[in-house]
């Protein structure tokens, strides 16, 4: 495929190395191929992408869904993939080779680890759409964090530290 070149690189992860699979995009004229039916609406009837089990939509973006997931041989080891949308431009596939690229080369504690980007398997929910796969940190979000009541001026002094040191990186 012309869309994906792989590579590993090593990385260090909570003290130890691990080896990771990084997708590269490579320059492409052409859009991975679409039918009227090549992908569903967010919610996909085969519960699978390349090598990963859907579990639930987490959100949506403006050109995309999110879903938690995991490898399939793997069964609490989660992940985040982000699909594009059904019938998604030129120009929406070119942004989201732009974001695989730029959240390949991000490191920081602050930031879920990218993982791959691969396009999508004939028969796989999303068929033949690009994705990609980054860590799942697991938590609540600030809506559910502010009904619970909020959070303590400590806490909240903390949080703010490690958003602008995640800030100060980027």
Excluded at 11 to 26: A, C, D, I, M, P
């Amino acid at each position: 495929q012309d869309f994906i070149g792989n590579r590993r690189v090593r990385l260090k992860n909570k003290g130890s190395e691990e080896t990771r699979k990084h997708g590269v995009f490579q320059e492409s004229k052409r859009l991975p191929s679409q039918t009227a039916n090549s992908a569903p609406a967010s919610k996909p009837k085969n519960k699978k992408i390349g090598k990963y089990v859907l579990h639930e939509e987490l959100g949506q973006g403006e050109f995309g869904f999110v879903y938690k997931a995991n490898p399939q041989n793997k069964s609490n080891d989660y992940v985040v993939i982000k699909v594009l949308k059904p019938k998604y431009s030129k120009q929406d596939y070119v942004r989201f080779q732009q974001e695989a690229k730029i959240l390949q080369k991000l490191s920081h504690k602050s930031l879920p680890k990218f993982i791959e980007t691969n396009i999508s398997n004939r028969g796989d929910a999303f068929e033949k759409t690009p994705y990609l796969v980054m860590e799942y940190v697991p938590g609540e979000t600030l809506r559910q964090v502010r009904e619970k009541g909020g959070i303590s001026p400590d806490l909240a002094l903390r949080w703010s530290y490690e958003l602008a040191d995640g800030i100060k990186y980027l």
